[in-house]
């Protein structure tokens, strides 16, 4: 079976850690979505709790960019 | 916090307030694509403009190449060509027009000519035959060359010299041969001694796909047939040919000739599709108030030498009307005159599936409507955007993104930070100060000011009302936010008693007198006739006024502002682009908001027109000038004597509404009213204040994601040991990066981003 696609993936290599759960963020699986329609991504995720992080290069590089192409569809 | 719903991606609906006729009856109006006058003259259709423009520049080579566009033999056409182009240049009304004749004859005899490209060209499969001799087969020729086709010219001539002699015979020996030298170069098969009988005829007709002749060779033929003169045709004879007197009759003949040719050799009816031929009108409009140059150049010879040619050709001002793009920052910023961006917007409206690529210009218009006072025609192109951006919105196709801070705003200004009391003492008044969302945002003490003066000085009361006239609603083309603002205000109107309103806003004074049966009037008309107070003064040096958009039309209220600004004491000094003229400072039409590389730029226009200190009647011109440096006064601020000081960033505006009305209602009405307060401190390092006014990130929404982890704990801890949390507020997810400090937080980050973001389980 193919592998599932991911438009995005990022690997925290242990650099996060959930404040509430005391855990390091691992890299899991996560969804953008935005005016119907859903984007399967992997950022770094807290196993715990399920906390996503959206790091700040990402939500004003490459999510921005896909909002802005998605707005004028 | 009040929200605004988003809207899905994939809904098709089938509202249109907009019409194609409409937006062409509307695009019409832009003579941008017009020709020149010169151009429109000419049957042949040279590009005069770009012709001129050529031989301007001593570009002989690329002149002859434009005119070899019509004539296939230039030397034969610029001798003999009767210029009807001259009679129609627009430099006639102020003295000579160019000697366009003169300057062609010139190019033909020194410009280069470019290299043939016939030899490599792929051949038609039609072939064409020529009887006869003169201008009007010669041309025919030359032009069926440049279509490609395989031609056959017969002739009773003997050799080619004596062909061309009997049509050019008017040529001297130098142009002579060089027209020969040029005859030689087409790629054009000759037959010389020929006799032509009909016999003759029908034995070419076996031989080619269409035939022509001169005229009389036609008339010799066929004595008895009459042609068709537009389109060259004798239909019954099937014999392309018809009257061509004269060297300009026989060029405008070989071109319809040429047309017909190739629709007959296609099969195809010869009197469809022929667009338009021969000399057309024009309606371009041309600034003549820069034309100098207004005697013609007198040659040294009979003709121009190319020196002369060059000059006389440097007298043409290049007809063209870009008015607007003169003064307009958005036109400039697009590069587009407003006929064509017109149509693409309109044409973005009505996309169902794809991308709607023109939703920024569509939003980036500052919908000031200066283009329809600098416009010849009256092209008014915030009409075009603003039909646009409701059709957007009621068709469910409208990003809400652009204008959501901004309707958010207008719904904070209406909520929160609405104010509306009668003054104290009173039930109902004959007055209501409204003087706007931005002038409580960026200068309350002057509002307050301004208040106290008029409750003092005028008889009757005068009601406050701080909020929201509407606007923001109308320019993102949302009309039923727009509607409900103004239900909303009239049943707040009514309970005051329906007072006069008193606007301290040139925009607000526009939206709100739309409002049905409502009596309203300027604070600058109101203080004209009560007299200044005591305590203004003007500055002490000279100032630039800037014209209101919002006050574009209103001739009464730019002469109040002036007026008072001459009591003031204030030195003004001219500036192009004032009264209704002038242009806006980048805040209107929400343009600010949907796009801040445009709005600067129209603040840039703005500012360019003097080095003096700004003075403005409307706030947001205050404020987008004092935030690119320029000292920048609103004129309610000279009348009482006030200072806003520096500009507020987007938090500051929103804490100076709510602090204004609350110390107001504590203070003129006895209420209690207080600013929530935190119970713990809360911090920001300037990168974050600045990180947060770019991004249009509010202190509120900080508060929000610092509530929520006080409460949920919920966080990451980054390699730097900084915390950060998140939450949904609206539309939106605001992200904030901090440190703890004691009871307290220290914000370092803020960021946001529309998407949401969810685990996903397997």
């Known amino acids: 079976m193919a592998a599932e696609k991911n438009y995005y993936t990022i690997d925290p290599q242990g650099k996060l850690s959930c404040v509430k759960c005391g855990v390091p963020l691992i890299k899991g699986k996560a969804k953008f979505m935005y005016l119907d329609n859903g984007f399967p991504v992997e950022l770094p995720v807290c196993p715990v709790c399920g906390f996503v992080y959206v790091p700040e290069e990402l939500a004003l590089g490459k999510v921005a960019s896909v909002e802005r192409a998605l707005e004028d569809k | ?762």
Not at chain 2, 42 to 68: H, I, S, V
Not at chain 2, 525 to 545: F, K, Q, T
């Open chain 2, 1 to 762: 916090m009040s929200q605004i719903q988003e809207r899905g991606s994939t809904h098709v609906y089938k509202v249109n307030r907009i019409s194609k006729e409409e937006i062409d009856s509307m695009a019409e109006l832009c003579v941008y694509e017009q020709p020149p006058f010169c151009n429109a003259a000419c049957p042949l259709k040279l590009d005069t403009r770009a012709f001129l423009k050529a031989a301007a520049a001593g570009d002989f080579k690329k002149a002859l190449q434009l005119y070899e566009k019509i004539a296939p033999f230039p030397l034969i056409l610029s001798r003999g060509c009767e210029a009807p182009c001259e009679a129609k240049c627009r430099l006639c009304e102020l003295g000579d027009g160019v000697a366009i004749r003169a300057v062609e004859a010139a190019v033909a005899r020194f410009g280069q000519q470019s290299k043939l490209g016939g030899i490599f060209r792929t051949k038609k499969k039609k072939n064409v035959a020529i009887l006869g001799s003169g201008l009007f087969p010669l041309f025919l020729a030359g032009e069926l060359e440049k279509k490609a086709y395989p031609i056959t010219v017969f002739c009773e001539q003997e050799d080619l010299a004596a062909f061309l002699r009997c049509e050019a015979g008017f040529l001297d020996e130098e142009a002579f041969a060089l027209e020969l030298k040029r005859l030689k170069g087409k790629d054009i098969q000759f037959v010389f001694s020929c006799e032509f009988t009909r016999g003759f005829l029908e034995e070419k007709r076996g031989a080619f796909d269409v035939l022509c002749a001169s005229e009389s060779v036609a008339k010799r033929l066929f004595p008895e047939a009459a042609p068709v003169p537009e389109l060259m045709y004798y239909e019954e004879e099937k014999l392309v040919s018809g009257p061509a007197r004269g060297v300009m009759e026989a060029a405008f003949g070989a071109k319809k000739a040429a047309l017909t040719v190739d629709r007959l050799a296609q099969n195809l009816d010869p009197r469809n599709t022929r667009g338009q031929e021969g000399p057309v009108g024009s309606r371009l409009y041309t600034d003549l108030s820069e034309a100098k140059e207004l005697r013609r150049i007198s040659g040294s010879g009979a003709d121009y030498t190319p020196e002369e040619a060059a000059a006389e050709a440097g007298r043409c001002i290049q007809c063209h009307c870009e008015e607007c793009l003169k003064s307009c920052a958005y036109l400039q910023h697009y590069k587009k005159h407003p006929g064509l961006l017109a149509r693409e917007i309109y044409n973005n409206t009505q996309i169902i599936m794809g991308d709607h690529q023109l939703n920024k210009p569509m939003n980036a218009c500052s919908l000031c409507g200066q283009c329809s006072v600098v416009c010849p025609n009256g092209f008014d192109m915030a009409h075009v955007c603003h039909l646009a951006r409701q059709n957007m919105v009621s068709t469910d196709k409208m990003p809400l993104a652009p204008h959501e801070f901004a309707l958010l705003d207008m719904l904070f200004s209406n909520n929160e930070a609405f104010l509306c009391r009668p003054q104290p003492g009173f039930e109902r008044c004959r007055y209501v100060f409204f003087p706007g969302c931005q002038a409580a945002a960026i200068a309350p003490d002057t509002v307050r000011a301004a208040y106290e003066d008029l409750c003092a000085r005028l008889e009757g009361g005068v009601a406050l009302l701080l909020g929201c006239c509407g606007a923001i609603g109308d320019w993102a083309g949302r009309c039923e936010m727009e509607q409900q603002t103004r239900e909303f205000l009239d049943r707040e109107l009514a309970k005051l008693g329906d007072p006069i309103v008193i606007a301290g806003c040139p925009s607000c004074r526009k939206e709100l007198s739309t409002h049905e049966g409502l009596r309203i009037t300027g604070i600058w008309d109101v203080l004209l006739e009560i007299g200044l107070p005591a305590g203004g003064h003007g500055l002490d040096r000279p100032a630039a006024l800037h014209d209101s958009c919002g006050a574009r039309g209103e001739k009464q209220t730019q002469a109040a502002i002036r007026a008072i600004a001459a009591q003031l004491g204030c030195e003004l000094v001219d500036t192009p682009y004032s009264g209704d003229r002038a242009p806006c400072c980048g805040y209107g039409g929400l343009a600010a908001y949907a796009n801040r590389e445009v709005a600067a730029e129209m603040t840039e226009k703005c500012l360019e027109r003097s080095d003096a200190p700004y003075i403005s009647y409307c706030m947001a011109c205050r404020d987008r000038f004092a935030r690119q440096g320029r000292e920048s006064r609103h004129i309610l601020e000279l009348v009482y004597g006030t200072d806003a000081g520096d500009p507020p960033d987007i938090s500051e505006k929103r804490k100076n509404r709510l602090a204004l009305k609350y110390a107001l209602q504590r203070e003129l009405w006895g209420e209690e009213a207080m600013e929530k307060k935190l119970d713990y401190p809360l911090a920001f390092t300037p990168e974050a204040r600045q990180m947060m006014d770019e991004r249009m990130i509010l202190t509120e929404d900080v508060i929000a994601v610092i509530e929520d982890f006080r409460e949920s704990g919920e966080a990451i801890r980054d390699e730097d040991g900084l915390l950060v949390a998140r939450r949904r507020v609206g539309n939106a997810t605001f992200w904030v990066k901090f440190a703890c400090e004691g009871e307290g937080f220290l914000i370092h980050r803020a960021w946001s981003h529309r998407m949401k973001v969810v685990k996903r389980e397997g």
